[in-house]
């Protein structure tokens, strides 16, 4: 039995971020399970061992002749399914498993558009149109998942252009997302997003992209400390945010009070967090902000609970690369890659400076309301960073596919959530007079730029092969 300390919807979400990072949960102390009080008192001994021994044998005939029954029950389904299925489609699929050199990923829908594996028409690669035709996926107070620190046009943002940018690939076109559809493929699954409040922000964004397809009664959002998890019940589905900012060890781990400014992380330490992530079937990872300090990072050698600790220094990129390691390493040994998917969403740009974009002096993202046009633009994002995870992932014994966003959402200085958000604490009048000096060019508008994210990942995820 598994006890989970329950906090009320977003309420310990005083989170964030202040003028700069987000927060979460608390911490996982309350994970802790308590033991199974079965039945081992003296005189019931020698029953308990007879009944042992039973179970241990039907347990075995049906492990081991288990697989076959499976094996049968699928060859009499499939079968089945030959006798009910018109002659031209059978043909069609037939034609369509021949274009396809390997298994098709766990997911992924084969029908007759798709084509072969090693074709990708490059979804990443493009530029935004302004479409006032395709109104958003959902409305901003339709979705009562969104965190205040997220609902622009609440806190008084006076322009809705943000939401109206759709991404046009050069090569193809993003399939339309179809709520109904992948709630019905996530039957049964879990889908769990793992990173810092940017990837918390995408995970509200698919929340809020399936929940109108849910009556309210057969949807829950609740928060367990670090885990935040949202049940569509009739699906038996589950989509789920884990608070880990350096997805390793750190002491920013508290889904509550983290921000601390002298960050300290344990590089080749995630069971801590990892051993919360097993069962996952989808899984989304990110991290970056948090190692961007413009210093060494901080490692320690021992544990957080050592009195006397030691830490070394080391170059931002080394202990990225650690902590790199420390998933591709947990994924491998835990994640079965012929069910299972992996993602990992890459930097999430900030537009902190409008030089960077030769804008106006000392300005930033306060007061943008469109997207740079410049097809080579690149901001602040660590071009080192990315070489690591590009690095890292081609070493990988199993795919983690990137959603590379980095670029895109560089172009989109007018989609961050600046000055209308709620504020936690009150404005100084300084602050009011001159408002670019709250602004917070790192998290963005929902809805906004994040769905786009999403609708990239569910290409990715259902039809890589078109
Ligand atoms: C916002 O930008 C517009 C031009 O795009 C400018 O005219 C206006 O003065 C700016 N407002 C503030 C408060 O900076
Ligand atoms: C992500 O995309 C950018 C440009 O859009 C590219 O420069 C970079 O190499 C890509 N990252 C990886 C790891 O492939």
Known sequence: MVQFKKKGLWSKLSILIGSHMPAGCSNMKNYSSSSYSLLPRKKHHHRV???????????????????????????????????????????????????????????AVVDETSKSTKDDCGIFNGKWVYDETTPPLYDEGECPYIQPQLTCQKHGRPDRGYQYWRWQPHHCSLPRFDAAFMLEQLRGKRMLFIGDSLNRGQFVSMVCLLQSKIPKASKSMETFDSLTVFTAKDYSATIEFYWAPFLVESNSDDAVVHRITDRIVRGNSIEKHAKHWKGA?????????????????????????????EIVKMKTEDSYRM?????????????????????FTSMSPSHSSSNEWGGEKDGNCYNQTTPIEEPSYWGSSSK????????????????????????????????????????????????????????????????????????????????PYR
């Open 384 to 463: 080192t960073i990315m070489q690591v995870i590009g690095e890292e992932f081609g070493k990988a014994k199993l795919p983690i596919e990137l959603i590379n966003i980095t670029q895109l959402s560089e172009y989109r200085k007018d989609a961050h959530t600046s000055i209308y958000k709620k504020q936690w604490n009150p404005l100084t009048p300084e602050q009011l007079a001159n408002p670019k000096t709250y602004a917070d060019c790192i998290h963005w508008c929902l809805p906004g730029l994040q769905d786009t994210w999403n609708q990239l990942l569910y290409s990715k995820l259902f039809f």
């Open 49 to 107: 061992c007879s009944y042992a021994v039973a179970v241990f044998l039907v347990v075995s005939v049906v492990v081991i002749c288990g697989e076959d029954f499976r094996n049968g029950f699928r060859r009499t389904l499939q079968r089945q399914d030959q006798w009910r299925r018109p002659p031209r489609l059978e043909s069609l699929q037939h034609q369509t498993q021949k274009v396809l050199e390997v298994d098709p990923l766990p997911f």
């Open 323 to 343: 902590a790199m390691k420390s998933m591709i390493k947990w994924t491998e040994k835990h994640v079965d890659s012929r069910k299972k998917r992996i993602f």
């Open 281 to 309: 079937d989808i899984f989304v990872f990110n991290t970056y902000l948090w190692w961007m300090t413009g210093k060494k990072m901080k490692i320690l050698k021992g544990s957080f609970s050592d009195e006397k600790k």
